[in-house]
């Protein structure tokens, strides 16, 4: 299953914190918005690790669920160079349009 992650951090040094960890598991498609293929156990996981260290009163931190089957249509630049192999690459490549 793929996950979209998505965050809006108010401090630079927990922004970091929650950048690491989330870099770790997923591929950026945004500044703070990563796509990442891992099992619901591994997204709770994800979730506990974010939520201590995040400040729940001044931060956002979204996890949506994508089923495999989901559609994607994103249009614009690449977040990824042509030829690049990874999962989110092979994901959305097939979704990919320029138009608008």
Known sequence: MGWLIAYDIADAKRWRAVYRIVRGVGFRLQYSLFWADISAAEAR??????????????????????????????MGPKPWRDGVTHAAARRFDRCWSHDP
């Open 45 to 74: 996981a994800l979730a506990d690790a974010l939520a201590a260290v995040i400040d729940p009163k001044a931060d956002d931190v979204r996890l949506y669920p994508l089923d495999d089957d989901a559609t994607v249509r994103m």
